[in-house]
């Protein structure tokens, strides 16, 4: 009966530590500002941003999602993720609680809105052989609806990275652990993934990548994903992607667009 509050206390104890980390050094200009620096998102892809935003920027990205699976169609959005740089190398996350409609009408996943979630990331390096690191720790609320929401504190750490190659290519990937509640009990997964993205133009790259969840309880879930992304301007981007699923336990298919912006929220 203590196992929630203790991962929560837990949380922000290791929250405080990193963002005790922050020095003066932190705060100078090693980072342009979000005006000059393009936008740089999350999504599409499974793989997060190997890089943390603008210090001082707010950058919220967005999305609507179709997963097909398991006989089960579920429309949610808006997939909302609010980023804000406090930092050079430190930014806040918020997980707004997305919206999740069920669009079959036998059973399965409930329709509600989902778990509200927090989080800090900090950029790391400089790395040998000019890699981009960062670390994120997380932790979800059991904030949604009883048919959606998981009904626990839910913490995952996950550390994406990228390496610029030649030719307008970078590969980039992924490697997290979480650990949902599922059915009352923790269901300790480890998810690995891996990216090849091409610059097609300036504003406009593609992806192709392999995302696998592997639970403690359950099969593993294999995804092959590929989207693309185009910066309208330099503070804003739209995205499309879809994916299928390779396995038995991940879904049939998934399909999705969004849009995200970013602004200087606090002048330096």
Do not use: C
């Not at 793989?47 to 429309?75: D, I, K, Y």
């Not at 930014?91 to 778990?115: A, C, H, I, K």
């Not at 990331?121 to 040998?128: A, D, I, R, S, Y």
Request: no cysteine; hydrophobic share 40%.
């Amino acid at each position: 009966m203590y196992a929630r509050p203790m991962l929560a206390r837990i949380f922000m104890t290791l929250t405080a530590f990193i963002l005790a980390g922050i020095s003066p050094s932190h705060g100078q200009g090693q980072t342009p500002s979000a005006d000059a620096e393009p936008i740089a998102t999350d999504r599409p892809a499974v793989t997060n941003s190997s890089v943390v935003v603008p210090r001082g920027s707010l950058q919220a990205e967005n999305g609507f999602l179709e997963t097909s699976g398991q006989g089960q169609s579920v429309l949610d959005g808006p997939e909302s993720l609010v980023r804000f740089g406090i930092a050079n190398r430190i930014e806040l996350r918020f997980t707004v609680p997305d919206y999740f409609y069920n669009l079959t009408t036998s059973g399965g996943s409930g329709t509600g809105f989902g778990d509200f979630g927090f989080g800090v990331k900090e950029q790391l390096g400089p790395t040998l052989g000019k890699f981009d690191v960062s670390a994120i720790l997380f932790l979800s609320f059991p904030t949604g609806a009883n048919t959606v929401s998981s009904g626990g504190y839910d913490p995952g750490l996950q550390v994406p990275w990228s390496r610029a190659l030649p030719a307008n290519w970078t590969v980039a990937g992924m490697f997290s652990v979480y650990w949902p509640t599922q059915g009352r009990r923790r269901n300790l997964t480890g998810e690995s993934t891996f990216l090849f993205d091409r610059q097609l133009t300036k504003p406009w790259d593609a992806f192709v990548e392999y995302a696998g969840d592997f639970p403690e309880f359950g099969g593993p879930r294999h995804l092959l994903h590929f989207g693309t992304a185009l910066k309208v301007s330099p503070q804003q981007q739209i995205d499309f992607h879809v994916g299928v699923g390779l396995s038995s336990a991940a879904v049939d298919h998934l399909i999705g667009f969004g849009y995200s912006f970013r602004f200087q929220a606090i002048r330096r």
